[in-house]
């Protein structure tokens, strides 16, 4: 049997970083199992198909959660990227670090290294921002991050100036000194191409002797010899294989299927895996549980100018923006569908934002079946004002339904189960149609789509929430971090807690979910969670 010092499952946000960070050295073996393809695609390198990968089953797991009674009984399109690169692959490149006071949580539950003064110096060493460095961007870095300012939709601009007349300041840097107002995002992107972890990270890696990567290689089941994980047993090409860990197993496959790769090798809530006949090596109730998720909405209008509707939907426009794409990396197709965003707070009493908002200068209210239409918009001018919670109180859970790997484990997300959530939901949308009614943007709406403007009461605007919500993607904390395994599934050093040479590296660490888009966080627990394991070795 073919031994390595590390084995990495999962070439996501955080395990190619991962990867890249062992191998750095040369000192150690690593070898990657990715159950995914390879990332050199062009709707995966070109920025705006992403709407064509939300729903391939090429490139995603594409999840669908359990009928969610706090979303209308719907059942929610869950994706995850399934390929080099993981979720970075098929995501929205929304650049976002989170807020100060997140990590300083997460430090202050009992994880020290992971406060806000902690984290900096790898998300500074990760970035290559293209505004330059200063107290808090990095350059130089392997991630390139792109400002979308010179090249937004002209209506963003109005968006901007209705966010102001509503009384949120301009915020020239969301990852700056402080996260609160209206901006133009930064995105992952270098030259018009997708700057996946994949291409920052693993791409690099591989070109080292001391790393081996393999695709198509669904790992199974981690091995243990007692409390020691020794080796992975995984499926490629119909084949069992299993190779060994000399150091230490890292699992990096993200909120969903890290915790079911754990809880199909025995390490989970010991009666469910008794009940589906899986010899139990560990018992720990929160390997699937905590389970925390942003939710979101879509504001629709209809505007008396063009929007980039007119832009992306007839096929003379579509061809213009292919030209203008294929032959200078740029235009709409190289931009991230969320020009503009922000963050708020539903009250004013909180301290700090509770909501995030986006501006998309196009509209998909008429959708496209096994499409998210971001490709073929509505056939008249619109845009929406979207948003999200950042730190909703609903608590959901992954866990399996079967020993069978194969299966897709059940994601119970328990959205709006709070009357906290719900409260903080109904707020926001009436700040959305705040925005919206603000001189700067109100003179070129014609109407609001979408809710409509027959939901008015607070019960009709609930009602429209639950059943229009969805997930935007963001799933974490499905293994926590924290110092006692009553409450959580890694230490500090994310070593799984009673288990020796086993770590988990990726999303499912998080505490708690941070105010903002997850994909930097992830890339940055990859990168301080590689390091940790050096570290740590002999
Ligand atoms: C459609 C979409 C849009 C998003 N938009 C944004 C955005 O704009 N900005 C942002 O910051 N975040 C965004 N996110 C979220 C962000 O991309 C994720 O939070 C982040 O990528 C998670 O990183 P991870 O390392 O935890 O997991 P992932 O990146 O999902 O990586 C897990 C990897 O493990 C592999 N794997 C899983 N199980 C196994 C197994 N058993 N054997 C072998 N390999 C396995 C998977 O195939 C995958 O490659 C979006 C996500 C999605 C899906």
Redesign the pocket.
């Known amino acids: 049997m073919q031994t390595y010092d590390f084995i990495v499952?999962?070439?996501?946000?955080?395990?190619?970083v991962v990867a890249e960070r062992l191998s750095a050295s040369g000192r150690f073996s690593v070898l990657v199992?990715?159950?995914?393809g390879t990332d050199r695609r062009f709707y995966v390198q070109m920025p705006l198909g992403?709407g064509k990968?939300?729903f391939d089953s090429a490139v995603?797991?594409n999840y669908t959660a359990e009928p969610d009674p706090g979303l209308a009984g719907n059942a929610d399109h869950?994706?995850?990227?399934?390929?080099?690169?993981?979720?970075?692959?098929?995501?929205?490149?929304?650049?976002?670090r989170g807020a100060r006071e997140d990590y300083d949580d997460w430090r202050d539950a009992g994880n020290p290294g992971w406060g806000f003064d902690d984290v900096l110096p790898a998300f500074k060493a990760i970035e290559d921002n293209q505004g330059g460095a200063d107290d808090w961007r990095g350059t130089g870095g392997p991630v390139h991050v792109t400002d979308m300012s010179p090249a937004v939709h002209p209506l963003t601009h109005l968006y901007l100036k209705a966010g102001q007349q509503a009384g949120l300041p301009l915020n020239p840097d969301f990852n700056g000194a402080s996260q609160e107002g209206v901006g133009i995002y930064q995105?992952?992107t270098r030259d018009g191409r997708r700057m996946s972890?994949a291409r920052a990270f693993l791409r690099p890696a591989m070109k080292r002797a001391n790393v081996r990567v393999e695709t198509n290689?669904?790992?199974?089941r981690i091995l243990f010899e007692g409390a020691r994980a020794v080796g992975v047993e995984?499926e490629r090409n119909g084949h069992k294989e299993t190779v060994r860990a000399g150091r230490e197993v890292v699992v990096?496959?993200?909120?969903?299927?890290?915790p079911?790769?754990l809880q199909l090798s025995g390490v989970g809530p010991a009666r469910l895996l008794q009940s589906l006949g899986i010899p139990v090596v560990r018992d720990n109730a929160n390997v699937g549980a905590n389970l925390q998720d942003h939710v979101g909405i879509n504001y629709t209008y209809r505007a008396k100018v063009p929007t980039l509707n007119q832009i992306l939907r007839p096929w003379w426009g579509k061809l213009r923006v292919g030209m203008q794409y294929l032959l200078a990396r740029s235009g709409p197709l190289s931009l991230?569908i969320?020009n503009g965003g922000g963050f708020f707070r539903t009250d004013p009493s909180r301290a700090r934002p509770n909501m995030q908002l986006y501006f998309q200068a196009f509209s998909t209210v008429i959708p496209k079946p096994g499409e998210r239409p971001i490709l073929a918009p509505d056939p008249w001018p619109g845009f929406s004002i979207g948003l999200s919670n950042a730190r909703p109180s609903s608590r959901g859970e992954i866990m399996i339904r079967s020993a069978d790997?194969r299966e897709h484990p059940r994601i119970v997300a328990n959205a709006y189960s709070t009357n906290a959530d719900l409260d903080e939901m109904l707020d926001a949308v009436k700040f959305v149609r705040k925005i919206a009614a603000q001189p700067a943007i109100a003179g070129i709406i014609e109407a609001e789509v979408l809710p409509g403007p027959s939901v008015q009461s607070d019960a009709d605007l609930i009602d429209d929430f639950r059943r229009r919500s969805g997930t935007?993607?963001?799933?974490?904390s499905t293994c926590r971090m924290g110092p006692d395994p009553a409450s959580s599934v890694v230490d500090a050093r994310l070593r799984v807690h009673e288990l020796q040479n086993l770590r988990v590296i990726?999303?499912?660490i998080f505490p708690g979910n941070i105010t903002?888009?997850?994909?930097?966080?992830?890339?940055m627990?990859?990168w301080k969670g590689g390091e940790m394991v050096v570290e740590d070795q002999r």
């Not at 290689?217 to 199974?220: G, Y």
């Not at 888009?517 to 992830?522: C, R, Y």
């Open positions: 499952i999962g070439s996501g946000s955080a395990g190619s199992l990715e159950a995914g992403y990968t939300f995603n797991w869950w994706p995850r990227g399934k390929i080099l690169g993981g979720s970075s692959s098929i995501n929205a490149m929304v650049w976002i995105i992952s972890a290689a669904l790992a199974t995984y990096s496959a993200g909120s969903i299927n890290t079911q790769l991230s969320n790997p935007v993607y963001h799933p974490v990726d999303a499912s903002g888009n997850t994909n930097a966080p992830s890339i627990t990859g």
